[in-house]
Structures are given as structure tokens and as C-alpha cells.
């Protein structure tokens, strides 16, 4: 009980006065509305708190703490109030203060806005998604394999140059060309290419700024810290795309929403602060390959919501499902390993 103090207590306050804010905002009813947002948001994004832990657990604690704290006014502020603004901003045509007096006076209009860009959201986040996941499934310097007869003949892909590019691009193509048509056709290949291209741009960055900071050893912490920061709050954003979308579909309430997303967001970033301090995933082998086959599932399933309606509970199962049984299957393998 006391370590999920530690880990949690700022969760726990954050949930305090979202609470508390919902309250003055509508009541009981409103309260409720905001625990269903934050349980959806928590299990759409269970997944995202493993990997993050992947990366968080090579970076300082300096920045293990700001991406709690930076990260989640960016989290909450950027990606669940800035962000639907932006994009209701775009699809309209209209200046970004005038999406906000639509949001507070019209929030179904600022609702049927937001949801007309969903292929291009879910372009970008599916591709970006894939190409993280790809990156898993393709390194051939991983110490364990889950499921070896699927997983090992991967890694022997990792010596083809650009090859999660062109698998990722070709799956890209055969949505815009066999799914979809016209306009969607045209905006689902631009944002999932930009999706590519903007995790090639972070990959990149980050290996210029280690090898640049290993050959001076100064700061090297700090610096490769904020290249890693990026790449984790790309991450969440394209992690958080289904749950925002999703979240209209409850209630069109911009205030709402970010409280409700806001506070899920805040756990689920506890929760990888947890993994990383108790080093969970050393102890838990198989825990990182169920979070990256639940990635893979997602991306798949962001591309397939531009042409059917796929609901998010079937996300969040997913999800979960493959978490649960990584974690059953770790612990059967930390027990045997005990046992020898």
C-alpha cells in the first residue's frame, strides 16, 4: 500500500480535483462521465505505459520526472484541448479562437468537426504506431522470444535496409488504394506518410544526438533525455488519437473530455514510473512483447476504422488480452527459472 502511494499520489490528486471539477461542471452525472472517460483512457493506453517504460528505464531520473511533470501538461493541456482545437481549427477553416467559441457554445458542431477528420488521425497514429512496433519485431538483438516460431524469422529481416519503411508504406498503400477513394484515398496516404516520416525524423535525431554526445561524454544524459522526451510524447499523442476520438462518443463537452482523459493519462504515466523503478520488466520477461503485439493490433486497427466501425471496447480487450497473457506467461517463466 505504501509504494502505490508513492507511485500514485499524484494520480490520486489529480483525480481529487478532476472529481471535484465535474462536480461544479454538471453533478453526479458529469462525475460519472468522467470515470468512464478515465477507465477507457486507461485501457487504450495500458500498453502505451510498457513501452514507455522501455524507454524510460535508459534515461535519467531527471527525466523520468519531467516526462511525469512536463509530459502530462502536455498530455492533458496539448493533446486533449490544444490538439481537438487545432484539428476542428483545420477541417473548418475557422481561426483557433473561434473553434473554442464553437466548442463552449456548439459542442455538437465542434463534435461532427473533429470526427470528419478521423481518417487523417488515424492515418498518422496507425502508421506511427506500426513503424514503433516494426522496430520491436525486427531487432535481432533481443534476448527472448514469446512466441519463437513467429518471432524469430522477424529479426532475420532486420539486416533489409528501410524494410519496416517499405511494410509499413505497403499496407499504407493498400488501404488508400483498396479501401478507400477519392479525397479519403488522397488524405489517408498524406497523413500516414507523414506518420512515417516523422518517427524517421525522431529516429534519426536521437542517433545523431547519442553518437554526437558519446564522442564529447558531456551532458550525454541531458541531451539524448530530450531527444527520448520527444519520441515519448509523439508516442502518447498517437496512442491517445483513438481514445480522443473515442471519447466524443460519450459526451461533446471539451471540458469534460480532458478531465476525464486527463486523468487517465496521469495513471497510466504512474504506472510507467512503477514499471521502471521496480524494473517489472526484467523480472517479467514476456511483459514487453504482449504491449508491442497490442501495438501492432492497434495500428492495424486505427488504419481499419478509416472504412468500418471498430468499437473501442474490442480495442481496449485487445489490449488487454495480449498484456494479460504476456503476464501470465512471464510469471510461469520467472517460476520455472526459480525452479532450476
Known amino acids: 500500500m505504501q509504494d502505490f502511494f508513492k507511485y500514485f499520489r499524484g494520480s490520486l490528486l489529480?483525480?481529487?480535483?478532476?472529481?471535484?471539477?465535474?462536480f461544479f461542471l454538471g453533478g453526479l452525472e458529469t462525475v460519472?462521465?468522467?470515470?468512464?472517460?478515465?477507465?477507457?483512457?486507461?485501457?487504450?493506453?495500458?500498453?502505451?505505459?510498457?513501452?514507455?517504460?522501455?524507454?524510460?528505464?535508459?534515461?535519467?531520473?531527471?527525466?523520468?520526472?519531467r516526462f511525469l511533470t512536463w509530459g502530462i501538461v502536455i498530455a492533458v493541456f496539448g493533446m486533449r484541448?490544444?490538439?481537438?482545437v487545432l484539428i476542428v481549427s483545420i477541417v473548418s477553416g475557422l481561426p483557433p479562437w473561434q473553434a473554442v467559441a464553437i466548442a463552449i457554445n456548439a459542442p455538437n458542431d465542434y463534435a461532427a468537426y473533429m470526427t470528419s477528420a478521423h481518417v487523417s488521425i488515424m492515418a498518422f497514429g496507425?502508421?506511427?504506431?506500426?513503424?514503433?512496433?516494426?522496430?520491436?519485431?525486427?531487432?535481432?538483438?533481443k534476448e527472448h522470444h514469446w512466441i519463437p516460431p513467429m518471432e524469430k524469422p522477424l529479426t532475420r529481416l532486420a539486416g533489409i535496409p528501410f524494410f519496416a519503411h517499405i511494410l509499413t508504406l505497403a499496407f499504407t498503400l493498400g488501404v488508400s488504394f483498396i479501401a478507400l477513394s477519392g479525397e479519403e484515398s488522397r488524405t489517408f496516404l498524406i497523413a500516414a506518410v507523414t506518420g512515417i516520416l516523422i518517427f524517421t525524423a525522431i529516429e534519426k535525431l536521437t542517433e545523431y544526438m547519442e553518437n554526437y554526445e558519446k564522442a564529447r561524454s558531456v551532458n550525454h544524459a541531458a541531451k539524448s533525455g530530450a531527444a527520448m522526451f520527444i519520441y515519448l510524447e509523439v508516442l502518447d499523442a498517437s496512442f491517445s488519437f483513438d481514445g480522443v476520438i473515442g471519447a466524443f462518443a460519450i459526451t461533446?463537452?471539451?471540458?469534460?473530455?480532458?478531465?476525464?482523459?486527463?486523468?487517465?493519462a496521469m495513471f497510466v504515466r504512474s504506472l510507467t514510473i512503477l514499471l521502471v523503478e521496480k524494473d517489472t520488466l526484467t523480472e517479467y520477461v514476456y511483459l514487453e512483447h504482449g504491449a508491442f503485439y497490442a501495438i501492432i493490433?492497434?495500428?492495424?486497427?486505427?488504419?481499419?476504422k478509416t472504412f468500418i466501425h471498430v468499437p473501442e471496447v474490442i480495442t481496449g480487450l485487445i489490449g488487454a488480452g495480449c498484456i494479460g497473457a504476456a503476464f501470465i506467461h512471464s510469471l510461469m517463466h520467472k517460476n520455472k527459472t526459480a525452479m532450476a
Open 81 to 84: 484541448i490544444v490538439f481537438p
Open 297 to 304: 493490433a492497434l495500428a492495424f486497427i486505427m488504419f481499419m
Open 14 to 22: 489529480v483525480t481529487l480535483t478532476g472529481v471535484i471539477a465535474a
Open 32 to 65: 460519472f462521465i468522467v470515470a468512464v472517460l478515465a477507465v477507457l483512457e486507461v485501457s487504450l493506453s495500458f500498453d502505451n505505459a510498457v513501452v514507455n517504460a522501455t524507454v524510460l528505464k535508459d534515461m535519467s531520473e531527471v527525466w523520468r520526472r
Open 252 to 264: 461533446t463537452d471539451i471540458f469534460i473530455i480532458a478531465i476525464g482523459l486527463g486523468i487517465g
Open 126 to 141: 496507425g502508421a506511427f504506431l506500426m513503424m514503433v512496433s516494426f522496430g520491436f519485431f525486427f531487432d535481432n538483438e
